[in-house]
């Protein structure tokens, strides 16, 4: 099975005398993540080799002309070229069949890092013509309900990076719940100020469709699942308690007006045992954020990492023009004992992602999970892994349950957010924020 799931290739590389299961791998969009991608998939390239697996990057499809003319120099790969602009593009399957080669039964892994509105045109065009190859998408997969129908049909095809998965601070957190640790209540903020500079140019904006939500808070409430499940809580039993905007960005030009929320969302998973989840998510920046928080009676970022000792430079990125935070709290008992944990999701340069035990007052130790790997190149790592040992993907941490939970809860935030807090008010915090830049 193993064999067969490989590309036939008679120069495969010899490990100590045994063949090389070599892996094709297209990426799809070499912008910010393709790059990252790109530099996390060098990162792993050895490890591979030496487990005996070749991973090979065969083909990059990017839109950007300028960009296509030095790709083949900077990865040794085929360039191909997506006219985005043309009266009728040609389709990607045609693309992948020719120029690449590949054929209908090929086994090969897709790493979709266009913008996020391509990705379900991408995903089921692989999965239709390729039944063999496994499509690895970036978040959100889908900024639409509809998205979820294609999931369901192509499950077994698709994974998702939710990069956080493979944070060491979570990896720590995953670690603790298969000892004796176990949640009961998870908050998380997550706030960065990009939507400032989408306020003051929202025709520049590139990649992320969906708004905060989609595009921040789907990574805590991927998280949040990834954590119940380990817990044996399945997520089928979530509720969106609450949601309210506590901003609302101007929509993007050719948007339908919905895409930019920012806001609060408290989640009940109601399967025995209990366990509570908010989620605060914002592109206006901590400064704002926590301003607009306590103004409608939410609690302060700021003024709750204070409370641990907790100083700023350790949990905040701040440079010129972006602000960035990444924060949970984690509550639960380990080993009878009630245990609150606050979990640095962010890693920046200078920045190390920590879990602080905050009735020990200490932090916990993540030296285990340091290595030279981003958490990209860990995701990277595990959906190859996935491939080449033709695992179910739907249980994988990257895949469909967890994908579907995750776009699920999002989609209902939305809604009903949009129910408790109409546009009247949206209209109202959207020149609040307007008039605070
Ligand atoms: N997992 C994460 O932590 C994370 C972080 C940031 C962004 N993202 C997601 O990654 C995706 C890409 O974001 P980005 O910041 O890299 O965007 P980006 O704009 O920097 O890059 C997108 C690239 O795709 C190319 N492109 C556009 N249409 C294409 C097509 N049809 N075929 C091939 N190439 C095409 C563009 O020319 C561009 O170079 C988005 O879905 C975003 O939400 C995920």
């Known amino acids: 099975m193993l064999a067969s799931y490989l590309v036939a290739d008679n120069s495969k590389p010899e490990l100590d005398g045994h063949r090389m299961h070599k892996l094709n791998i297209v990426f799809l969009g070499f912008g910010?993540?393709?790059?990252?991608?790109?530099?996390?998939?060098?990162?792993?390239?050895?490890?591979?080799?030496?487990?005996?697996?070749?991973?090979?990057l065969r083909a990059v499809f990017e839109a950007d002309e300028n960009l296509i003319s030095i790709l083949p120099d900077l990865t040794g790969a085929k360039a191909v070229f997506v006219d985005t602009r043309a009266a009728r593009p040609v389709a990607l399957s045609d693309l992948l069949h020719q120029p690449v080669g590949l054929r209908a039964d090929d086994e090969f892994l897709i790493y979709d890092a266009t913008p996020s509105t391509c990705h379900l045109e991408n995903l089921v065009a692989v999965c239709e013509h390729f039944p063999q190859a496994i499509y690895l998408g970036e978040k959100p997969l889908f900024t639409r309900r509809s998205g979820l129908i294609a999931l369901n049909h192509f499950g077994e095809q698709i994974l998702c990076d939710f990069v956080d998965s493979q944070n060491q601070a979570v990896l720590k957190?995953?670690?603790?719940?298969?000892?004796?640790?176990?949640?009961e209540r998870l908050r998380f903020w997550r706030l960065n100020s990009s939507g400032l500079?989408?306020?003051?140019?929202?025709?520049?904006?590139?990649?992320?469709e969906g708004g905060a939500l989609l595009d921040k808070g789907i990574h805590d409430i991927a998280l949040a699942a990834i954590l119940m499940r380990n817990q044996q809580i399945t997520g089928a039993s979530w509720t969106v308690r609450e949601a309210t905007n506590l901003a609302f960005m101007p929509p993007a030009p050719d948007s339908d007006g919905l895409t930019d929320a920012a806001?609060?969302?408290?989640?009940?998973?109601?399967?025995?045992?209990?366990?509570?989840?908010?989620?605060?998510?914002?592109?206006i920046g901590v400064e704002r954020f926590d301003d607009l928080s306590t103004s409608i009676g939410q609690p302060s970022l700021r003024a709750l990492l204070n409370r641990h000792g907790l100083e700023e430079p350790s949990w905040l990125w701040r440079t010129p023009g972006e602000?960035?935070?990444?924060?949970?709290?984690?509550?639960?008992?380990?080993?009878?004992?009630?245990?609150?944990?606050?979990?640095?999701?962010?890693?920046?340069?200078?920045?190390?992602?920590?879990?602080?035990?905050?009735?020990?007052?200490?932090?916990?130790?993540?030296?285990?999970?340091?290595?030279?790997?981003?958490?990209?190149?860990r995701v990277l790592n595990l959906a190859i892994h996935n491939c080449v040992n033709r695992l179910p993907l739907s249980c994988s941490p990257l895949g469909a349950a967890i994908i579907a939970q995750a776009h699920q809860a999002c989609f209902d935030i939305r809604d009903q957010a949009l129910v408790q807090q109409p546009h009247a008010t949206s209209d109202w915090m959207q020149s609040e924020c307007i008039l605070n830049v």
């Open 32 to 56: 910010r993540m393709g790059r990252a991608a790109f530099v996390s998939l060098n990162q792993i390239t050895d490890r591979l080799r030496q487990e005996g697996i070749d991973p090979y």
């Open 173 to 183: 957190l995953l670690a603790m719940q298969r000892g004796s640790f176990r949640i």
């Open 197 to 208: 500079q989408k306020l003051l140019a929202p025709q520049d904006r590139r990649g992320i």
């Open 263 to 283: 806001g609060y969302a408290r989640i009940e998973s109601l399967g025995p045992p209990r366990a509570n989840a908010e989620f605060h998510y914002s592109w």
């Open 323 to 377: 602000e960035e935070a990444r924060i949970a709290l984690v509550e639960g008992t380990e080993a009878g004992r009630d245990t609150r944990l606050v979990v640095n999701l962010l890693s920046r340069p200078g920045i190390q992602p920590f879990v602080f035990h905050a009735e020990r007052e200490e932090f916990l130790d993540l030296s285990f999970y340091r290595s030279s790997e981003s958490p990209l190149a």
